[in-house]
């Protein structure tokens, strides 16, 4: 498969940790976030959402948090396994009236066995 | 369950000749969004389409054009090609209205030499 990511910021975790992975977005406007997991050689994967009046959503294994005032956002992996290994991207959704979402810098999650 | 398919997976052409990449979005999906992601770059936003109108339009070079067909398949056009238009280029799918979740597919790695 092609390697996604040759330059990106790399987090290394052990196994069985839990990981934090971070992310600035650009526009106050946005009202509408997602998390994406790209593992090399494949499209992203859509992870968990959440929207501007919230500022946590819990999924399974993952939590997603929102802070609109320094427009911030984190994705927390609990207890990181080998299979989490891959590029994650946040994006955000601007526009109001559709879906054109923009990608922030992707971050490589690296899980050591 | 159905995916979003792309072909090809992987194409090489030369400087200044044509490429079509073609994007079949998942069933009863009737927006289909174009993406380019450059080696370690975040996905880019090209343009989308729903029911075979342009609804959005990105950072897309006048040198491409494309295209919803009656059947919701789509098609990127892409001529005079350059070495910077190597890239994975994504097609997501979804279902129309704001805020729904957008379906990658495996992308198309294109290569100009």
């Known amino acids: 498969g092609e390697s996604v990511g040759l330059h990106l910021p790399t987090l290394s975790v052990q196994e069985g940790d839990n990981s934090i992975i971070n992310c600035a977005y650009s526009?106050?406007?946005?009202?509408?976030f997602i998390w994406y997991k790209q593992e090399s050689g494949k499209g992203p994967q859509f992870i968990i959402d959440?929207?501007?009046?919230?500022d946590k959503r819990q999924g399974q294994r993952v939590t997603v948090l929102l802070n609109k005032t320094v427009k911030h956002l984190s994705l927390q992996i609990a207890a990181t396994q080998p299979g989490d290994s891959a590029v994650y991207f946040c994006?955000?959704?601007?526009?109001?009236?559709?879906?054109?979402?923009?990608f922030g810098g992707g971050t490589r999650l690296m899980v050591k066995p | 369950a159905a995916g979003v398919i792309q072909s090809p997976r992987h194409l090489i052409k030369e400087k200044r000749e044509t490429a079509t990449l073609k994007c079949y979005p998942i069933?009863?999906?009737?927006?289909v969004y174009w993406y380019q992601q450059g080696p370690g770059q975040d996905p880019q936003f090209l343009i989308s389409?729903?029911?075979?109108?342009?609804?959005d339009k990105g950072s897309i070079p006048d040198r491409f054009s494309a295209q919803q067909f009656s059947d919701y398949h789509s098609e990127l056009n892409m001529s005079s090609l350059e070495l910077g238009d190597s890239a994975l280029y994504f097609c997501?799918?979804?279902?129309?209205?704001?805020?729904?979740?957008?379906?990658f597919g495996q992308g198309t790695r294109l290569t100009v030499v």
């Open positions: 959440i929207r501007s009046n919230m």
């Open positions: 997501a799918s979804s279902l129309a209205g704001v805020n729904t979740e957008a379906f």
């Open positions: 389409f729903y029911e075979k109108m342009q609804s």
């Open positions: 994006a955000e959704n601007s526009d109001g009236a559709g879906n054109m979402l923009t």
């Open positions: 526009n106050s406007a946005s009202d509408y």
């Open positions: 069933p009863r999906h009737d927006t």
